[in-house]
């Protein structure tokens, strides 16, 4: 029988590390942050990988990749989103890519940097589908000592609403630094 201790470690690690390939120190080009990524879901370590990082900017490429490149019977992969874009063409995309890739990818997390985080490097708005999956990561960058990170605990579903019924308020929201969650 193994260790208990070995399955608590698992159960926390789960997950943890998302894959960023695209982003420094690596900065792979796509084709080869894809295949470094498939070759990780594969490997000894896979349990512990998280979700693919890809900017908004590049989700489209993305798109191309995957549909390129993929077998049957492969797992779905979770992309987490980094907002690089204006918020409303940010979310456009995110939303797009989403609805074009279902089943084979979908947008988990969605990062998007607050104007003061420009200025100071520590405040940071997460949009995730899967509120466990915000605040987990919310937790991991507390831990780094990344300060003022807010949660939106609806995600991208909230965002998307919002930006339909009121897209110059969301994006007006995003450009002042603030969010707010749906209960």
């Known amino acids: ?6 399955g608590a470690e698992r159960l926390l690690l789960r997950e943890l590390i998302d894959y960023a390939g695209l982003f420094p120190p690596a900065r792979l080009d796509l084709a080869a942050a894809v295949a470094a990524y498939r070759v990780a879901r594969d490997g000894q370590y896979a349990w512990v990988l998280g979700r693919f990082l890809c900017p908004t900017s590049r989700l489209e ?32 995309a995110a939303q797009a890519f989403d609805a074009a890739m279902d089943p084979a990818a979908r947008v988990t997390v969605a990062e ?48 998307r ?3 339909e019924s009121q897209p ?10 603030h969010n707010t969650t749906r209960e």
């Open 61 to 92: 490429e993305l798109g191309g990749a995957l549909t390129a490149t993929m077998t049957a019977g492969e797992q779905t992969w979770d992309v987490g989103v980094i907002f690089d874009l204006p918020p409303a063409a940010a979310a456009a």
């Open 1 to 6: 029988m193994g260790s208990p201790l070995v």
């Open 168 to 177: 110059e308020e969301a994006d007006e929201i995003a450009s002042s630094g």
């Open 112 to 159: 998007l940097r607050t104007p003061d985080a420009a200025a100071e490097g520590d405040s940071v708005v997460i949009l995730a589908k899967d509120p466990k999956a915000g605040y987990r990561l919310a937790a991991r960058m507390a831990r780094s000592g990344i300060q003022g990170v807010v949660v939106v605990s609806d995600g991208l579903d909230a965002w």
């Open 161 to 163: 609403a919002q930006q």
